[in-house]
């Protein structure tokens, strides 16, 4: 019996399985040790992932650990519906598993990035193995797209990195429900889209669902032409099965947009300029050799930091490079096709593909920054260097000898032409001038500097595959991990984390200064500026922090009425912002007037778009104000006046918002273009204010129900499919 159970461990360990398993433990160390900085807090990550993600995670695990979902944010603009902020995570269930049961700090943060570099390396990994590579392989390219230009250079983009993480599961899911025509990865389909769809970047995940497009025609045409009609049959019902979960999923995320579209600047259609900002420029291409030349002087790119990236390995652009000298498969020509144009799309203004795309195809014209199409690009030519590695595993093509050869040559050749342009100082910079950021290095500089290390890395490559015995998967995967952990280590101090900041000093602020729960705002809403109380990396949307209803905020997500208000009334506005959160008014005006708003406007002047309202326009001799209790989504008052009164509540109108007087619904007006006013009558009077849109909740109950629901379906499959193969096996 002993023998038995010892046998099957061994089978066991020799199995694909157990290979699989190797693996994700194997990239889980590599994305560990890759981003150590990270990994042991050593660094806190930088730019817009602490300043804009950050802030909004911290306030979605507060509001959860207080027992309330995260519609409504009070603290930034006036109060925004941020349930519809596509990019805001509140749909994302990751964010909710962490922000409930951790909440967040610099450290949870720190964690969620490195587990979706994670996850974006095991998806690749599944993504690869499904395309036919072998299993050496579809590691090697997984450590590649770990650490390629786009995780790196859009380390600070968070929402970038999540759509990284689930897209590779999200066309793996596909592709199996392509070949098997089973309905687990319709329903796998349906969930990655929806995972992508609630935590990534929308560009993302309107580009994908083209390219699943034009996947299903491509296939759709190919069953058609064979007049395999009855499997295309099966294949049209499990999409139209992925469409309907995916729409059930995600019902809570279109429905919250939907229903407060009409008060949103954001959402609609961008200008031309917009849509060509930022783009993947030719010049970036450099990037595809040396990824540091990419880390300055961004006039001459005409982009960001964080757009220039598009590094996949030197190891790996060489096995691209022999995949042309090599036999192709259809799937892989198609593959990289499919990376041209993404490539040529990405360069923007420089080529006329993004603004066709812009004019003639449905919702490109809501995207900006062309440079996310190199993301696709990335994937294409990592497949197309995993089919090409594949080859070279089974085959052992002697071209790779001068396909490395005629790289160092043409990298020390271009070293010893830029000596000519200017004194290069490698001394230096190998010695640590090139490891910090900032620096005073130039772009010759940097290139040189790389394309060195380049010519030494793929030279000891050679050198060893030729005189060493060692196998050459072994090899491969050695000297990628070396090129791309070097690689981002350049890269790191611009696009990753700070240099001169330590997370350990950064979570003892946060500990000191931070405040817990939602404590009773009692401030003049001009004091609660969003960029006060600033330290060190913290010094814009700091008021969800601080839990302070703010008038500021850095969001492109922003109310129409109020960008309407503060930029062409800022003088009224000036004044109506020395109020406090809830306020009495004592002169009230029907419609605006800007003429009046202007050169009269002060600061108990309210603007009522109702004609309906009939309120003394005189001072109230009583007037007071108690706020009882405050969280995001709830605001309970007393009050005391002598008279009919119009009590304005400093937060942006929304119809969401349901107001009660001693316990009898009261009408909410429009108050000051953008505010929220009501009527009290005179007297003691209890106030509850409670931002309750119907539709969003019962769409978020559905689609909560829905997940729960598939997430037991999926397990229960996979464990049915266990215990049918234990049987067959017995």
Known sequence: MNRNRFGFIRNYCKSEKSFDLKVYFFLFVITVLGFYNISFFIHPLKWDLIDQAYPYRYFIGETLRNGDFPYWMPFQQSGIPVCADPQGGIWYPIAWIFGFFSGYTIYVISVEFIL?????????YLLSKTLGLSKWTALIIAVCYAF???IVGNAQHLFYIISAAW??????????????????YAIGTALFLFLLTTGGYPAFWIILFYHIILLFVIYSSYLLIKKRFREFGTYLKLNFIAAFVYGILTLSFFVSIIYNMDQVGRFGIVSLQDALKLPFSPQCMISFVSPFAVTGNMDFFNTDFSMANAYFGIVAFAFFTLYFF???????IIILITGVLNLLIAFGAYLPFREFLYHYVPLMDFL????VFRYFVIVSFLLVTGFSIHIFLAEKNKRIFYVFISLIFVFIITIIISRFFGYLNLKNLFLGLAWHFPNEITILQRLVFQLALQCGLLLIFLLIYRFAKIKVHYLILFFVIIDMFVATRLNSGCTVYYEEFKSKDIRAFEKQNFVQGFPIPDNPVTECSDSSGSYKLFW???SMFYKRPAFDGYNPF???????LKDNYYGFFKEIKKNKLLYFADTAIFKFDSITAVTKGRQGMVFIEDDSIKIKNRPLTKKDISITSFSPVRVTATTDCNDTALLVFQQNYNKGWIASVNNKKSKIYRANLTFSAFILPPGKNEIVLHYYPKSIVIARYISLVSLLTILFLLFFIKFHKKKKQKLISE
Request: charged content about 20%.
């Open 326 to 332: 090599q036999k192709k498969t259809k799937i892989s």
């Open 368 to 371: 900006r920054y062309p440079s």
């Open 540 to 542: 814009r949307n700091l």
């Open 148 to 150: 390629s230009g786009f």
């Open 558 to 564: 922003q109310i129409k009425n109020c960008e309407l």
């Open 167 to 184: 897209i590779p599961f999200a066309l793996n899911s596909y592709l199996l429900l392509i070949k098997h025509k089973k309905i687990r």
């Open 116 to 124: 979706h570099i994670f996850l974006a390396a095991v998806g690749f």
